[in-house]
């Protein structure tokens, strides 16, 4: 499959983003008995339900070409939560930050021009259109309108009509911080430093509309012993954490 990069920002090359494809996502995710399914085409397209044999080629492309950009611990620990996540609720949770980390024009508008404004409120589809065409110099027509398709999927925001969406917000995000905290910084035990979590978009992604509510969520964790400490350390706050990523699946609960 052909990459578009329509821009680049230092290192970082900005590639057009795939279709959202986030029903077909979840349902390899809930399938897949490895994390090495996911690298490659043909298995996923075998677990795909679409008739057309063709379709179920492109899309398992599309789909192995998006899990690529992951590492391989990360890749591997999406796997674990989905074996215990019967009902995929973390899963999506958790795909939503990965996605917005792998589509990095999808993660940059959301941050920009979603996450600022209140749950509830309007967007119009003009705004996407004008923040595309201020951001981006290479804009098009294609590129506003994938960003609110993949938005949408998303679940950073709901159609009210043709012309506008609301914004979306979320609830019961404390175990999913944990383990995408996890996830992302410390699949072993270690420290790690609050403004490192804070610089990274991840929480924002997730949901979450201060980072005051992380510091909530981290002193609930030390209490019920998720995590080993919330401190304040030579002027730094920070949190170590107390499990391997393994034995911390293995406690955390899910949907059934």
Known sequence: MTERVIGSTGKDKLFFPQEPLWKETLAVLSKAKTSDNLAKAKELANLLHFNSEVTRARYGRALATRFARLDEHILSGLCDIAKKDQKLTTVEKIWRILFCMIEPLVGRTY????????????????????????????????????????????????????????????????????????????????????????????????????????????????????????????????????????ELIEMMEFEK
């Not at 679940?155 to 944990?178: C, H």
Request: hydrophobic share 40%; net charge positive; with cysteine.
């Open 111 to 246: 941050v920009d021009l979603i996450w600022p404004r209140e749950p509830g409120s309007l967007i119009e589809r003009n705004d996407i259109k004008s923040y595309t065409e201020t951001a981006y110099s290479q804009f098009g027509k294609k590129l506003s309108q994938r960003l609110a398709s993949c938005l949408q999927f998303a679940g950073y925001l709901v159609p009210q009509n043709k012309n506008s969406y609301y914004v979306s917000g979320f609830g019961e995000l404390d175990n999913t911080l944990i383990i995408s905290t996890h996830l992302l910084f410390a699949q072993s035990p270690q420290t790690i430093r609050l403004s490192d979590l804070e610089a990274s978009h991840y929480w924002k992604y997730l949901g979450f509309r201060k980072f005051d509510f992380l510091r909530v969520v981290f002193r609930n964790a030390e209490s019920q012993g998720l995590i080993m400490r919330y401190a304040v350390a030579d002027h730094l706050e920070q949190i170590t954490t107390k499990f391997a990523w393994k």
